[in-house]
């Protein structure tokens, strides 16, 4: 159980065009979804927290007319990158919460976005 | 939120146990403490969490202080498929996870 997984697993564009990753909860229900930023050798960074229904809240430094958030259902969590750059080549991790309570996230495998 | 500190690095031969340490010692009374790890280019991958007792489950064992200022996580028979990064959290009611540089186990044949 508690298997969450995210669409596309790998993506290159070209600068300038926007992209949408996708993160599910696939055997649960998420009212909290989590999106996460790795670059490589580095740890990761948390960007911005996404509740069901409602605007997500996103950390100190991170653009939110940048990366767009929606979280329309209790599985479904999508991040939109718009306008990409090269300097937005990373690596994006999602996360889910149980709406049942509980505070361990379960983590998706993760989608390496590659901007040209 | 607590800080973590963990060792950057590690390396422990294959079948023995791995001991990994973390020290919180800014943690407070209602924060867990949970142990994830990440193998090259996947996510991070749940393995134990604890409040104020010691924890087992099939992964690893998890041993906190009495003074919940550090813990261990001990994989009892570690194999080459162990080979990763270990991350330690404090975990506080915001919820959020704040990854520190965790520790890169090398398990070695």
């Known amino acids: 159980g508690a298997v969450v997984s995210q669409h596309p697993s790998r993506v290159i564009c070209k600068s300038g065009t926007s992209v949408k990753i996708e993160c599910r909860s696939l055997d649960f229900q998420a009212t909290t979804m989590f999106w996460y930023r790795q670059f490589p050798k580095q740890s990761l960074m948390l960007m911005a927290t996404?509740?069901?229904?409602?605007?997500?809240?996103?950390e100190q430094g991170v653009e939110k007319d940048k990366f767009l958030i929606n979280h329309a259902s209790l599985t479904l969590s999508t991040l939109t990158v718009t306008s990409a750059h090269p300097e937005d080549s990373s690596f994006y991790i999602c996360?889910?919460?149980?709406?049942?309570?509980?505070?361990?996230?379960?983590f998706g495998p993760g989608t390496r976005l590659l901007v040209l | 939120d607590a800080k973590t500190t963990q060792p950057p690095s590690m390396d422990c031969a294959e079948g023995r146990a791995a001991n990994l340490p973390c020290n919180h010692s800014t943690i407070s009374g209602n924060e867990y403490v949970y142990w994830y790890r990440q193998i090259h280019s996947q996510g991070p991958q749940y393995i134990i969490h604890g409040l104020k007792n010691n924890e087992t489950n099939e992964m690893a064992s998890l041993i906190i202080t009495e003074d919940r200022k550090s813990s261990t996580l001990i994989l009892p028979h570690a194999t080459l498929r162990d080979t990763a990064v270990y991350y330690c959290i404090a975990l506080s009611g915001t919820y959020k996870y704040i990854f520190g540089t965790g520790t890169r186990l090398k398990v070695l044949a």
């Open positions: 996404s509740n069901e229904g409602s605007k997500a809240t996103y």
């Open positions: 996360s889910a919460r149980f709406s049942q309570g509980g505070k361990t996230q379960y």
